[in-house]
C-alpha cells in the first residue's frame, strides 16, 4: 500500500512518528504525509473497533485444532486446488526468511510454508495455522485489510496497526471464485528490513493463477471459453474465460472477461453466447470438437473481433465429439482431400488416409499398420503438434475397435492433483468436492477401445507405479473405493520426450517404459515434410465455410515451403484459420496480407528466418509491420516512457510464465537478479 521512496528504516522511523501522532490525537497530517490514505482508513477502522495497538498478539483470535480442521473441510476445493501452488511459490522465495501463508475468507489461516528461521518469529506472533489475521482480530495486516478492501495490498513495518507486528512485511492477494465471491487470501510475509518491492506482484500474479485453476476445475463439466482480442495473450492469466451450459446460457465469468465484456455479474445467469457473439453457439462448439486448441476469431456484439477457443467437456460428448475433444494435438486429417481416401469426416481419419506421400510419415503408417487390431501398444514420438493424436486417432479407426471410444488424456495439461482422478476415477464421496455419483476415469471409458495417454512423458512418477499396475492386470481401482474394475483397453502412448534419458534420470519408470513401448513411430516434423501443399489443402477444405473456394497465392505458398513451423501442423491450422477469418467477403485468395502478426514473432532459427524473408520481399516487408511477441505487446502510446513499455512487457512474460521469475528472466534474455530489480520499479 505505501509509495517506498525512502530507505527502509528510515521511512519506518517516520511511520512510527505518524503513529504516535495518530495514537495521540494530534495533528494527522504527518500520517497521511508519510502512510497512505489506506492505511490511515484501517488505523481508523481498528480503532473504532476498540483494538488496543499495545497488546500482545500472540494468542488472539487463535482457533482450536478442531476449529482448524472444520474450517479446511469448509474450504477443501481451495485447499485442493492450491496446495501445488502454494509449494510452487515458496519454491520463488525460499531461503528469503519468509513464510508464505493461505488464508479463507474470514482471515483464519489454513496453511503456511516457510523458512524454518523465520518460521519460529512468526510463531510468536500466531502467523501460523488456525490463527486468525482478520482486520477485526490482529488490526491492520495485509491479510485482513486485503480481504476487507478486496484488492492486493501491503503492510510494511510500523503501518501494522499491532505494536508486535511491526517486525513484519506482508504482501497479500485477495482470491475470488468464479461468481466473484470472496474466497481467501494469499500471503508472503517476511522481516520487513529485507523487504522486496517485487513481493507484492509476485503475490498478486500467484493469486490470478489461482483463480484461473480454480474456475476451470469448477467448470470441468461445462463448455468453456478463452479469448482475448490479441492471439498471443489466449493461453495467457489476460484471457477471458466464460462458463457455458450446454445450450448456451453463460453460467460464470471470470474478472478479465467481465472488464472485457462489460457484463453486469447479476446478469450472468440470463446471458447467452448470441447476445455476446455473433455467431451459433453450436457451429462453435462442432469446430472445437474437431480441434479445442485452435483459435477461431469471434466477433463481439458491440462490433470488436476477438480470438478465441473452445474446451468442450468429454463428460458431455456423444461418441463422436468424445473422440475429438481430447486436449492434445490438431484435429486436422493429415492428408489430400479426405473424400480421396475414403476419410469421411476429420475426426474419423484412418491410417490410410493420412498417407500423403512424405516418404518418413508414410514409413510410420506402414509400420503401424502390422500392428492393428494387435495387444501391442504403440508409443508415438514427434515435436509437439505435429498430429501425434490424429496418427493415434488413425490406429484406432483403421481396427477392430473402431466403434468403441478413442479417450485421450493429455498427462501434461491437467494438473497433478488431478491426474489421479481422471485417470483411475473415484466413487461417490470419495473427498471433499467429489460428486456424489462418483466419476469414471478415462481408463473405464476407453474400456472396450483405445485409451490415448498423450505426453506420457510428464506423467509424475507417483502415479506410474499404478498406471503399470493397470496395464499388467487389466483392473482399476476408483479413488475411495475397493471394488476392482475389469477394463479392456488398447493403449497408444504419445511424447516429445526422450524417455530413455527419463529412465536414467530417474524421472519415468524402466518396467513402465517396456510395457508402453511396444512398436515405436516417430513422426516427422513439418518443416520435414515433402507434402505441406497437401496439407493446406486440406485445412482449407475443412475450415472454409461450406461452398466458399479459396487459394493460396504462390508467394504465400513458397514461404510456407520455407518458413520453420516451429508449432508444426497446430500452428499451421492456426495460421489459416486465422487467414480465412481476415478475407473480406469478395477475396478468394490467401495473400501475405492475410497472415497472422504471430507468424513472424516466433521465435525460430534466425538465421533461416532471414533468408526465407529475403526469398520474399513483400512477406518481408509486411513482417516489419509487425509487432515481435516478447518485446512490447502494444505499440507506445504517445509520451509513454521506455522504462513504462519495458515493465508493461515484463508483467506480461512474467503472467505468461505463471508468476515463475526464473522462467521469466531466461525468456527475457536477463539474470533473475535483473529481473528482480526491474520489478522493483513496478
Known sequence: MSGLVLPMEARDAQVRDARRAFFEGSDKSAAVDVATSGIVKSWQRCRQLGLDHDVRGGDVGCAAQNALREARDRNAFLLSHSRGILNHLYEQIRSTGSVVILSDSAGMVLESLGDPEFVDRANRVALRPGASWSETMRGTNAVGTALVEQRPVEIVGSEHYF?????????????FDARGRLLG?????????????????????????????????????????????????????????????????????NRPAVEALSINRAMIGQLDFGMLFEGDFGSFVDRAARDPHTLSSLSLRHGERVFARMRVPIARSGPSVMQAAAPSAPAI???????????????????????????????????????????IPLLILGESGVGKEMFAKGFHHSGPRRDKPFVALNCAAIPENLIESE???????????????????????????????????????????????????????????????PVDISLVCATHRNLPEAVRSGVFRQDLYYRVNGLTVTLPALRERSDIRSLIDTIIEIEAEPGQLVAVSEEVQDFFARYGWPGNIRQLQNVLRVALALLDPDETEITSAHLPEELFAIECDSDASSERFDA????????????????????????????????????????????NVSAAARRLGISRNTLYRKLGRM
Open 185 to 253: 487470501a494469499l500471503d508472503i510475509s517476511g522481516d520487513f528490513r529485507v523487504h522486496q518491492r517485487h513481493t507484492l506482484g509476485l503475490v498478486r500474479l500467484t493469486s490470478q493463477i489461482m483463480e484461473k485453476r480454480l474456475f476451470e476445475a469448477e467448470f470441468a463439466q461445462e463448455y468453456l471459453v478463452f479469448f482475448h482480442p490479441r492471439m498471443e495473450y489466449v493461453g495467457t492469466l489476460q484471457e477471458g474465460v466464460l462458463a457455458f451450459a450446454p445450450e448456451g446460457t453463460l453460467l460464470a465469468a
Open 333 to 375: 486429417a493429415d492428408a489430400k482431400p479426405r473424400t480421396a481416401r475414403n476419410c469421411e469426416t476429420p475426426e474419423t481419419p484412418t491410417l490410410a488416409c493420412l498417407d500423403t506421400g512424405d516418404p518418413r510419415l508414410r514409413a510410420a503408417v506402414q509400420r503401424a499398420s502390422k500392428v492393428v487390431g494387435k495387444d
Open 616 to 659: 520474399t520481399p513483400s512477406l518481408q516487408a509486411a513482417s516489419l509491420r509487425r509487432p515481435v511477441i516478447g518485446e512490447a505487446p502494444a505499440a507506445p502510446a504517445s509520451g509513454e516512457s521506455l522504462e513504462v513499455i519495458e515493465l508493461r512487457a515484463i508483467e506480461r512474460v512474467l503472467a505468461e510464465c505463471q508468476g
Open 163 to 175: 505494536d508486535c507486528n511491526s517486525f513484519l512485511t506482508c504482501s497479500a492477494s485477495p482470491i
Open 423 to 485: 485417470l483411475f476415477g473415484y466413487v461417490g464421496g470419495a473427498f471433499t468436492g467429489a460428486r456424489k455419483e462418483g466419476y469414471a476415469g478415462k481408463i473405464q471409458q476407453a474400456s472396450g477401445g483405445t485409451l490415448f495417454l498423450d505426453e506420457i512423458g510428464d506423467m509424475p512418477l507417483s502415479l506410474q507405479a499404478r498406471l503399470l499396475r493397470v496395464l499388467q492386470e487389466r483392473i482399476v481401482v476408483p479413488l475411495g473405493g475397493v471394488k476392482s474394475v
